[in-house]
């Protein structure tokens, strides 16, 4: 009996030491894997035209409080995967776009409001909505003005006042786009906490969202820096990644380093971090009030939700999709004709598990290989860094990228043996403002024996024309039918400089 025990005591131990075993392996695995990247979950709403920025995204000679107008795109938004929708504002040069007690109306009496509208169709639709507390005058709003700042706490009061108990009401979007530079300044703090005590008074159970920007240019080493935005009273702050904006020449690289700073001081803030990745590029002057938003490519887009995601940020939400990111088949179609459908197509079909994004998704999160060598591209020595396994950075200076002058070029691969080719994917830099530019066609040839080539396929680069400002990787992708050859030949014509960082034959995810 006691023998019996004693074996079965070992057992248990061994059992147990085992499943530890395997279990911290099993977390440590977990460590390791990819992070998924996030789709945009969140966006903001905006009623009331400003200046030529919303030359698009809300232009100017329509009636923009049709009530029908508002249900369309509060639907569309939801099939795109919205689940969080941001008033930028609920009033604007004293009018409001809801029933209001203390502003006239802007819209028609007769009709629901455009805010009512708007929050009776996201309850439809599961969709949970900040509401803003702007603006008591204009977009300028300075809460340092005691009557800018009293009027936002009584827009504040009559929202509660009506929908307080709204299905879809979740919280506050406090209008306080105070810079982060270097540190967030003591007057933002103060102006938050003010709006956020009175919205905690008439609204306990409610969310507080601000949105600052400046990250580009944040002292994340300063003490100090921590300090402040450990005095917000917030719960949640949606940082803008200021990609759209333009902060640096290469926005991007940066950004990813910043994200993973602010994940780790958020780490120890009792405060959510959200992305808020800026889906625009600019139709001329950067940050210029008299220049128009317009889409950007999606292909950037991509890069930016893959930085925020690798930090972990805890949801991505965008200023903004309305007129950026519109269905070519809406009732209403905003928008930027042609492109802003365009990247509406991109963007759904990488949701939609599109393989051509799913490889370019990999390729930005590094976890793309190569099943060729460097060893077996023929003739140009120094563009064997293409079949490297090094992808370089959305910055002409990146030393992984190929260039390639104006002219024919070929790029002739020996695969040592006859080799099935199912894909071959080809990541290109697209910065127009150093004439670093797609070949209109990319022609691709096999051969048996090294000597005859035959044409294979002709792939189009993609082309899109909103690129006076931005540097972004593009992608062409061949997937022939596949056969057994030895010989792979890609050719192409550069009218202007091209860069290529590498050319993956039968690309592998990992």
């Known amino acids: 009996m006691k023998m019996h025990f004693l074996k079965s005591l070992i057992f248990l131990t061994f059992f147990f030491t085992l499943s530890l075993s395997?279990?911290?392996?099993?977390?440590?695995?977990?460590?390791?894997?990819?992070?998924?990247?996030?789709?945009?979950?969140g966006s903001w709403i905006n009623l009331a035209y400003k200046d030529v920025r919303n030359k698009y995204t809300n232009p100017q000679h329509y009636d923009n409080t049709d009530p029908k107008l508002w249900e369309c795109k509060v639907k569309e938004l939801s099939e795109m995967g919205i689940e969080y929708l941001i008033f930028m504002e609920v009033a604007n040069m004293g009018k409001a776009y809801y029933p209001s007690?203390?502003?006239?109306?802007?819209?028609?009496?007769?009709?629901?409001?455009?805010?009512?509208?708007?929050?009776?169709?996201?309850?439809?639709?599961n969709i949970k909505i900040f509401l803003s507390t702007g603006w008591a005058k204009d977009q300028d709003d300075d809460l340092r003005n005691p009557q800018i700042k009293k009027r936002q706490l009584q827009?504040?009061?009559?929202?509660?006042?009506?929908?307080?108990?709204?299905?879809?009401?979740?919280g506050w979007y406090l209008p306080v786009e105070d810079c982060l530079c270097p540190i967030l300044s003591d007057q933002a703090v103060v102006s938050v906490n003010a709006l956020t005590e009175h919205a905690q008074t008439l609204t306990p159970d409610k969310k507080t969202l601000i949105s600052p920007y400046g990250i580009g240019l944040s002292e994340f080493d300063n003490p100090d820096y921590e300090k402040q935005l450990a005095r917000l009273k917030v719960d949640i702050i949606a940082y803008q990644d200021e990609v759209g904006c333009l902060r640096d020449q290469f926005t991007i690289p940066r950004l990813k380093k910043?994200?993973?700073?602010?994940?780790?001081?958020?780490?120890?803030?009792?405060?959510?971090?959200?992305?808020?990745?800026?889906?625009?590029?600019?139709?001329?002057?950067?940050?210029?009030?008299?220049?128009?938003?317009?889409?950007?490519?999606?292909?950037?887009?991509?890069?930016?939700q893959v930085a925020a995601?690798?930090?972990?940020?805890?949801?991505?939400?965008?200023?903004?999709?309305?007129?950026?990111?519109?269905?070519?088949?809406?009732?209403?179609?905003?928008?930027?004709?042609?492109?802003s459908g365009k990247v509406y197509q991109d963007y759904m079909s990488w949701k939609n598990g599109d393989r051509f994004w799913e490889l370019s998704e990999a390729s930005l999160k590094e976890?793309?290989?190569?099943?060729?060598?460097?060893?077996?591209?023929?003739?140009?020595?120094?563009?064997?860094?293409?079949?490297?396994?090094?992808?370089?950075?959305?910055?002409?200076?990146?030393?992984?990228w190929s260039r390639f002058e104006n002219g024919y070029h070929e790029v002739v691969l020996d695969l040592n043996e006859q080799t099935y080719i199912?894909?071959?994917?080809?990541?290109?830099?697209?910065?127009?403002?150093?004439?670093?530019?797609?070949p209109l066609k990319v022609y691709l040839y096999i051969s048996e024996d090294g000597e005859t080539y035959r044409l294979k396929s002709i792939k189009d680069a993609p082309n899109f024309p909103n690129s006076k400002h931005d540097a972004w990787i593009d992608c062409i992708l061949f997937s022939p039918v596949p056969e057994k050859v030895r010989y792979v030949k890609l050719a192409f014509y550069a009218s202007d400089q091209v860069f290529i960082d590498e050319l993956f034959i039968n690309p592998q995810i990992i």
């Open 22 to 41: 395997v279990n911290g392996l099993t977390a440590n695995t977990n460590k390791n894997r990819p992070k998924k990247t996030l789709p945009i979950t």
């Open 101 to 125: 007690k203390i502003m006239p109306w802007i819209y028609d009496k007769n009709r629901k409001s455009p805010v009512d509208a708007i929050l009776d169709e996201a309850a439809k639709h």
């Open 155 to 170: 827009i504040m009061e009559e929202l509660a006042d009506l929908y307080k108990d709204h299905n879809a009401f979740f």
């Open 258 to 304: 910043n994200w993973e700073r602010i994940r780790d001081i958020h780490n120890r803030l009792n405060i959510e971090l959200w992305a808020n990745c800026e889906t625009f590029t600019w139709e001329d002057a950067t940050n210029d009030r008299n220049s128009a938003l317009i889409p950007a490519s999606y292909a950037r887009l991509l890069s930016q």
């Open 309 to 339: 995601s690798n930090a972990s940020v805890d949801r991505i939400i965008s200023f903004m999709f309305q007129g950026i990111i519109e269905n070519p088949k809406s009732t209403y179609q905003l928008g930027q004709p042609i492109w």
């Open 367 to 400: 976890r793309l290989r190569n099943s060729a060598t460097p060893e077996m591209l023929q003739g140009n020595e120094d563009a064997k860094i293409l079949l490297d396994n090094m992808i370089a950075e959305e910055n002409s200076n990146d030393r992984n």
């Open 422 to 438: 199912e894909e071959i994917f080809i990541r290109m830099l697209n910065y127009d403002i150093e004439y670093i530019r797609m």
